[in-house]
C-alpha cells in the first residue's frame, strides 16, 4: 500500500462511478471533457492539499523547515494560492514566475530565487519585491546583486549555490548535483567567493549554503550525503571566516510513480533521511543546527494532475505497431519526446467489453518522436473515446509550448465534485496578438 501521495499513480480520489465512468473528486471525466473540451489538463485539490499535508507533517518534528514549492514543477496563479494556504513558500527563478506568485497576492519574501543567469531586470523586480533569499549562483550574479542592493538602498540576505558533486542514477539531463554541472559554485572557489562579498558587497548578507542534486530521485543515501556536505561546508566555512552561518537548503528531486516499476520512497522516509542527516552531522562537526529549506516541484504537483485528451486516428502498421493518435502530444506534454518519460494511461469513460488491445499512443505534432505512451494495454480504444494519461501535473504545462501553432489547453481544478477553470484554454486571438502584420 502507497504511504504517501508520490507512491501513487492516480489521484487519490480517482475511481469508476456507477456509470462505468473515470471520476476525480466526484467529477466524471467524460463529462468534464465534454464541459470543457480537450485536451484538458486536470489537477485535483485534494491530492494537491493531501500531499502539501503530508510534508508538514513528515517534516514537523524539524521545527526550522521551510517549505519551498519549485514553481517550475506548475506555476499558475491558483496553485500558487493553495500551496501558500497550506504553508508553503516559493523558490522562483524567473521573473515570470516572481511575478505569478506577486499577482497571487502573495508576499515575495516568502521566495527564495534561484537561477544560473538572473537577468538585470530580474534582480530589480525580485529586490523591489523583497525578495527572502536570493541564492547566488556565480562571481557576475554578486556583481550585479550587491550593485542592485545598493541602489534600493537595502542588505540582501543570499544563500551560495554549490555543486556538491553528489551523482544520482535519474535522467542524465534532470541530474544537477554532480561536479560537472552549469549550476552553481565548485567547492574550491568558496573561500573566494565569501572574501569577495566580505571586502567589496556590502549590501550582500549570507546566510547560509544551497544545493540541489537532481530531480525523479529514488534514492535515500544521495540526500543523506547531500546533507552531510552541506553541513560540513557550513562549519568549514564559519571556522575559517568567523561567520555565523546557520541555514542550508537541500533542494528538491523526491520522484512519483508515473508507472508500477517506479518505487519512490515515501516523503516520510525522504523527511526521516533528511533530518537524521542533520542531527548525525550537526553533532559530528559541532554545529547548531541550521535552519532547513526544502523545495519540492515534482512530488507535490505531479500526481494530483492528469490530461485528457480524445482519440482520434488510427494507423496499424502491417504485421506491426498499432498507433493511436491524440488531440495532443509533445506541445503539451514534451516529457516522453524529451527524456523518454513513460507515462500510464487508462480509457475514461465506460466500455462495454473488458477485452484490452497494446497500441501506442501518439500525439499530434509533426515529429516522429511525438509519441506519448509506447506499448500500452488499453480497454478496446476507439475513435471518440476519452484518454486519461495520469501524473502529468508536474512539468508539462510549465514546459508546454505553440508548437505547430497549436493552443495550449485549460486546465481545471476539481474538488468535492465542482470543477473550476484555473487556466483558461487559449484563443486564436491570443496566439496572434503579438504578431506584427506589415
Ligand atoms: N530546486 C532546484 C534548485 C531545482 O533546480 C529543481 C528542479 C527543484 C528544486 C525541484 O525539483 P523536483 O522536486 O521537481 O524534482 N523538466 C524536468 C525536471 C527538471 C528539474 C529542474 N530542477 C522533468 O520534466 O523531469
Do not use: W
Amino acid at each position: 500500500m502507497p504511504k504517501t501521495v508520490n507512491q501513487n499513480i492516480k489521484p487519490i480520489t480517482t475511481k469508476r462511478n456507477n456509470l462505468g465512468n473515470l471520476e476525480i473528486s466526484g467529477c466524471d471525466l467524460t463529462d468534464i471533457a465534454k464541459k470543457y473540451g480537450t485536451p484538458l489538463y486536470v489537477m485535483d485539490e485534494v491530492t494537491l492539499r493531501q500531499v502539501a499535508r503530508e510534508y508538514k507533517n513528515a517534516f514537523s518534528s524539524y521545527k526550522k523547515t521551510n517549505m519551498m514549492f519549485a514553481s517550475k514543477a506548475l506555476m499558475t496563479s491558483r496553485i500558487a494560492q493553495i500551496l501558500f494556504e497550506e504553508g508553503f513558500g516559493f523558490d522562483v527563478v524567473s521573473g515570470g514566475e516572481i511575478y505569478t506568485v506577486h499577482h497571487a497576492g502573495i508576499d515575495l519574501s516568502h521566495a527564495t530565487f534561484n537561477g544560473n543567469n538572473k537577468t538585470k531586470d530580474e534582480i530589480e523586480t525580485a529586490l523591489k519585491l523583497n525578495i527572502g533569499r536570493v541564492s547566488v549562483d556565480n562571481f557576475l550574479e554578486i556583481k550585479m546583486l550587491d550593485e542592485e542592493a545598493k541602489k534600493q538602498n537595502k542588505v540582501q540576505k543570499i544563500l551560495l549555490r554549490i555543486t556538491p558533486g553528489i551523482e544520482c542514477h535519474t535522467h542524465k539531463y534532470i541530474q544537477t548535483g554532480h561536479l560537472d554541472s552549469k549550476f552553481g559554485f565548485d567547492l574550491t572557489q568558496i573561500d573566494d567567493v565569501i572574501n569577495l562579498i566580505k571586502n567589496e558587497c556590502s549590501n550582500l548578507e549570507i546566510k547560509g549554503l544551497h544545493a540541489h542534486i537532481g530531480s525523479q530521485i529514488f534514492e535515500t543515501r544521495v540526500y543523506y550525503d547531500e546533507i552531510g556536505v552541506l553541513i560540513k561546508e557550513l562549519k568549514r566555512i564559519n571556522t575559517t571566516h568567523n561567520l555565523n552561518l546557520n541555514e542550508i537548503n537541500a533542494g528538491g528531486g523526491l520522484g512519483i510513480t508515473y508507472v508500477g516499476s517506479d518505487c519512490p520512497p515515501s516523503i516520510d522516509t525522504i523527511a526521516n533521511v533528511i533530518i537524521t542527516s542533520i542531527k548525525d552531522h550537526c553533532e559530528k562537526f559541532e554545529i547548531e543546527e541550521p535552519v532547513l529549506y526544502i523545495e519540492p516541484g515534482r512530488s507535490i504537483v505531479g500526481t494530483a494532475g492528469v490530461t485528457l485528451y480524445t482519440i482520434g486516428s488510427f494507423k496499424q502498421v502491417p504485421n506491426g505497431r498499432k498507433y493511436i493518435a491524440v488531440d495532443g502530444g509533445m506541445a503539451d506534454n514534451p516529457r516522453p519526446s524529451m527524456y523518454e518519460a513513460k507515462y500510464y494511461a487508462e480509457i475514461a469513460n465506460f466500455k462495454n467489453t473488458k477485452d484490452t488491445e497494446k497500441v501506442t499512443v501518439a500525439g499530434r505534432f509533426c515529429e516522429s518522436g511525438d509519441i506519448l505512451i509506447k506499448d500500452i494495454d488499453l480497454n478496446s480504444p476507439e475513435t471518440g473515446d476519452i484518454l486519461c494519461v495520469y501524473n502529468t501535473g508536474a512539468y508539462g504545462y510549465s514546459m508546454s509550448s505553440n508548437y505547430n501553432r497549436v493552443l495550449k489547453p485549460a486546465m481545471i481544478l476539481v474538488n468535492n465534485s465542482q470543477s473550476d477553470i484555473i487556466i483558461k484554454r487559449e484563443t486564436y486571438e491570443q496566439l496572434v496578438q503579438n504578431d506584427v502584420l506589415n
